[in-house]
């Protein structure tokens, strides 16, 4: 399996840009057949799919959330990039990457803590 490392800063203002990279590791995020997700797990709530980014740079958003988020990625570094615009507080959450084969997410990233303070 691939192995993904999310990195950015832990705190982010409200109303700010919320602004993460996942790097992959062992395999290439332009391999066919792969999607690269972003997903969120709030404290106290259900895992949340966010969006992915596809291995010729297509995207897809969670509808809830397509309004303020834009997924990219940087084949030179092999990393994605997620930016959700105007944070509540509401998103404070664990942010996870992960790959996704078959409708299934294969390989995850240990997450990284993001907070929006009230």
């Known amino acids: 399996q691939v192995q993904l490392q999310e990195s950015g800063p832990g705190l982010v203002k409200p109303s700010q840009a919320l602004s993460l990279t996942c790097t992959a590791f062992g395999g290439s995020i332009t391999t066919d057949g792969y999607y690269w997700s972003w997903l969120r797990h709030p404290p106290g709530k259900g895992l949340e799919w966010i969006g992915y980014?596809?291995?010729?740079?297509?995207?897809y958003y969670s509808p809830s959330l397509k309004s303020r988020t834009v997924i990219s990625r940087d084949t030179s570094k092999n990393q994605l990039t997620l930016r959700l615009s105007s944070v509540p507080p509401e998103d404070t959450a664990v942010y996870y990457c992960?790959?996704?084969?078959?409708?299934?997410?294969?390989?995850w990233g240990q997450g990284t803590q993001v907070t929006v303070p009230t």
């Open positions: 980014i596809g291995s010729r740079g297509n995207t």
């Open positions: 992960a790959r996704e084969h078959d409708f299934n997410h294969d390989s």
